[in-house]
């Protein structure tokens, strides 16, 4: 079995994989792709599909992407059948660490302290706050929404999730359904979007649930720019103790965008995954699905290009 592989991939990953029976191509996501590799079953890759036409794959069975999201993926690949498979965990933790990390930039008034160094102030601050006994509420509750949760719960902070059905887990003591959101989301301090881009989500906080928000809050965005009706958040900055914007509608972020000069914004670069580990985690996990798919086992992490997730 034939595997082209576009992501980095080091001389020992390559060697794991051709001990499970593939022979294995590699290449950049901008190619030059060969005929022998354009032959391949299985294709692994970032976003390889702007270079690659999937119509000149006649055998591709799978593709596994080394993503959370899907986005990038064609849909004809669902008309010919092929199996997706994403990276749901890969990022998880890193992300959980940035949403704690924002967390308490909030309410520690990180950025007023350093202003003050900046500037040789010795200015006493006392809105600072703890974050003991806060609530914080996870709109999503997948793989990122978990590794946040239990970070979050040590401090202190009282958790609950919101997805479509209401029901709870080990990581979200407390659930609501996603039709109790618009009447519930004013009680609670702190709000992390944690959901997919897909045409559900499409900017589901909406001006409606960004007015119903709570005075003084935590807003943090670490999903899809399009799940956030981004114009209305920005109108409505004002009422917010902290915005922390990783993800945009347009991305890079526009120069002269006000965003970038909101005292209580805090813009970042689509970074809140990063780590030093993304690599290997990323590679554990397509190894576990092309170890699944070639001994024609349940891929662990197959998705549905249609739902998006």
């Not at 849909?75 to 990022?91: C, Q």
């Not at 928000?213 to 009706?229: P, W, Y």
């Not at 004002?238 to 813009?267: C, I, Q, S, T």
Request: glycine share 6%; aromatic share 10%; net charge negative.
């Amino acid at each position: 079995m034939k595997v082209l592989y576009t992501l980095p991939l080091e001389e020992e990953q390559k060697k794991r994989l051709e001990e499970l029976g593939y022979t294995v191509f590699t290449a950049k996501d901008s190619g030059p792709f060969s005929e022998e590799a354009l032959s391949s079953d299985v294709l692994v890759t970032f976003n390889a599909f702007m270079h690659l036409d999937i119509a000149n794959m006649p055998h591709l069975k799978l593709i596994q992407v080394g993503t959370t999201g899907l986005n990038q993926i064609p849909l004809s690949a669902v008309d010919r059948g092929i199996a997706v498979t994403n990276n749901p965990y890969g990022f998880s933790l890193p992300i959980g660490e940035w949403i704690v990390t924002k967390v308490l930039e909030s309410y520690k008034n990180t950025r007023q302290v350093y202003q003050q160094q900046r500037d040789h102030v010795w200015k006493m601050d006392t809105t600072i706050d703890e974050i003991n006994g806060k609530k914080a509420l996870f709109i999503g509750t997948g793989g990122i929404a978990r590794e946040g949760a239990k970070r979050l719960a040590p401090f202190g902070v009282e958790i609950t999730g919101v997805n479509r059905s209401g029901k709870p887990n080990e990581h979200f003591p407390t659930v609501i359904s996603m039709a109790e959101l618009p009447e519930k989301i004013n009680e609670f301090d702190i709000v992390a979007v944690v959901l997919p881009g897909t045409m559900e989500t499409y900017k589901l906080v909406n001006r409606e649930l960004i007015e119903n928000m709570k005075d003084g809050s935590v807003f943090i965005n670490i999903s899809r720019g399009s799940v956030v009706e981004q114009d209305a958040l920005q109108e409505l900055a004002g009422k917010f103790r902290a915005l922390h914007l990783d993800v945009f509608e347009e991305e890079p972020l526009p120069e002269n965008h006000p965003f970038w000069d909101m005292e209580n914004v805090y813009v970042s670069s689509h970074t809140s995954w990063a780590s030093s580990r993304v690599n290997e985690r990323r590679f554990e996990n397509n190894f576990e699905n092309l170890k699944a798919f070639i001994k024609g086992e349940k891929l662990p992490s197959q998705v549905d290009l249609l739902r998006g997730y």
